[in-house]
């Protein structure tokens, strides 16, 4: 067990809905990361948050959403899904922002259909 | 940026007989190489890391070697077990990055009997 939860484990929803997921980090972790995996492909970053501050952007839609909150849990917000949006979520966590290693929670399983 | 390329992107090894996995970055900088592990529908988890001032580090079956003049670090494993059948993922990271990991594609191990 990394110490890192994510709920939900699985997700199905339509298209043109809205989910959210959430994280809650290692205790103590201040760095938050966001990472999409579809279907045997690799990991893809989203977006990291650092004591409740957005610091870095990856490759995220304009339709996902994130953000930190004072006891330092996150949510990923997904809008208007597509087919295309189905893949596993991960949340990660670290102390820092550098230098240090990443655990990881175990996913949401999301399925638009 | 910071960009990691991982090779191969699949690995076939004989149980008992040794595999490597190597990566190249681009950014002198960085200095943070972490390994993660990922077994299918599960969690990537870091099985080992190495850092710019260490050129080799083992732990029991796994290894890494850095070499920063030629900017390759590669992951080793000998004596190969069923177990290890996975996902292997490298990362780099360091100031060029802001110190966000920058993932390796992945190479998928697959242990024959």
């Known amino acids: 067990d990394s110490g890192v939860t994510q709920t939900p484990k699985h997700l199905i929803t339509a298209t043109g809905q809205r989910v959210t997921l959430r994280c809650s980090p290692r205790?103590?972790?201040?760095?938050v990361y966001w990472y999409q995996q579809s279907l045997d492909q690799g990991l893809q970053f989203l977006i990291q948050?650092?004591?409740?501050?957005?610091?870095a952007k990856g490759n995220i839609l304009e339709r996902f959403s994130a953000q930190q909150f004072p006891d330092l849990h996150s949510e990923l917000n997904l809008s208007s899904l597509e087919l295309g949006d189905s893949a596993l979520y991960f949340c990660?966590?670290?102390?820092?922002?550098?230098?240090?290693?990443?655990?990881f929670g175990q996913g949401t399983r999301l399925t638009v259909v | 940026g910071e960009n990691v390329e991982q090779h191969p992107s699949t690995l076939s090894v004989q149980e008992g007989d040794s595999a490597v996995i190597k990566c190249t970055y681009s950014?002198?900088?960085?200095?943070?190489f972490p390994w993660y592990k990922q077994e299918l529908g599960k969690r990537p988890q870091l099985i080992i890391d190495?850092?710019?001032n260490v050129g080799e580090k083992k732990d029991q079956r796994i290894a890494v070697t850095l070499n920063k003049t030629a900017k390759h670090f590669s992951l080793h494993i000998t004596e190969t077990q069923p177990e290890d059948s996975a996902v292997y993922f490298c990362?780099?990271?360091?100031?060029?990055?802001?110190?966000?990991?920058?993932w390796g594609a992945g190479t998928k191990l697959i242990i024959k009997p």
């Open positions: 990660a966590s670290s102390p820092r922002t550098d230098r240090t290693e990443a655990f």
């Open positions: 205790s103590g972790d201040l760095s």
């Open positions: 948050y650092y004591n409740g501050e957005e610091r």
């Open positions: 950014d002198s900088a960085s200095n943070y």
């Open positions: 190495i850092r710019s």
């Open positions: 990362a780099a990271s360091g100031v060029g990055s802001n110190y966000q990991l920058i």
